[in-house]
């Protein structure tokens, strides 16, 4: 989905479009956790011969396991781009202004793909491997937010989703809240203007 921005920043530094690899099983239960991704996407890396630092840049879920890398990895993180990023205390804010749809529903979990459904069920377990806000030091953080809901989900539900990255952009030493006006969750797609700038902006902090 980031392949558009990524044409659009050619030349701007070397560029590597992750996606997820069908073959990998999760760990020893099966499921995939933020830091099963991240020891896994460190690994590829460096196998494909690509050095640090890196910055990173995560969509939805995504998002989530960007944290983690630069919690497992920090000194290998120059930057972090997180494009309306499901963030670690989503969830609990979530149920708390008794919303719905906090998590994958039923129906969507049964039409997922097998790997995407080791990462659900990861879900739970990730948040522990996130650092808070405050942990990421000095890296530069670039938190992108859609505004407008996606199909099926409330006005109410997404001001709680804009709450949440609100106040993570605020609890981080070296970051930054962009709201995507008039966007839906995917903002690469929608707004890519905007992405394409925020990553020119970061890169610039990063070096």
């Known amino acids: 989905s980031f ?13 590597v479009l992750d996606e997820r690899p069908d073959w990998i099983k ?3 239960d099966g499921r995939r956790s933020g830091l099963d991704v991240a020891r896994d996407l460190h690994a590829r890396l460096a196998t494909a ?5 890196y910055v990173l840049v ?11 890398y630069a919690t497992a990895y920090p000194d290998e993180v120059a930057g972090i781009l997180l494009v309306d990023a499901r963030l670690p205390g989503f969830e609990a804010s979530c149920k708390a202004a008794g919303q719905k749809t906090c998590t994958i529903p039923d129906l969507i979990y049964a039409l997922l793909p ?5 990462e659900v069920d990861g879900m739970a377990d990730t948040p522990a491997q ?11 953080i ?10 099926g989900l409330s006005a109410s539900w997404q001001a709680v989703w804009i709450k949440e990255a609100t106040r993570f952009a605020a609890g981080l030493k070296n970051g930054r809240l962009v709201k995507a006006e008039g966007s839906r969750h995917y903002v690469q797609r ?12 970061l890169l610039a902090r990063a070096n």
């Open 3 to 15: 392949r558009a921005v990524a044409r659009a920043l050619k030349g701007a530094a070397p560029m």
């Open 114 to 118: 097998a790997v995407q459904k080791r």
């Open 26 to 28: 999760g760990d020893a």
């Open 58 to 68: 995560g969509h939805s879920l995504g998002g989530t396991y960007a944290l983690a």
């Open 142 to 151: 670039t938190v992108i937010v859609a505004t407008r809901p996606s199909v």
């Open 49 to 53: 011969g690509h050095t640090p630092p």
């Open 190 to 201: 929608q707004a890519k203007a905007l992405v394409v700038q925020e990553l020119r902006d």
């Open 130 to 140: 996130v650092a808070p806000p405050q942990g990421y030091g000095d890296i530069p």
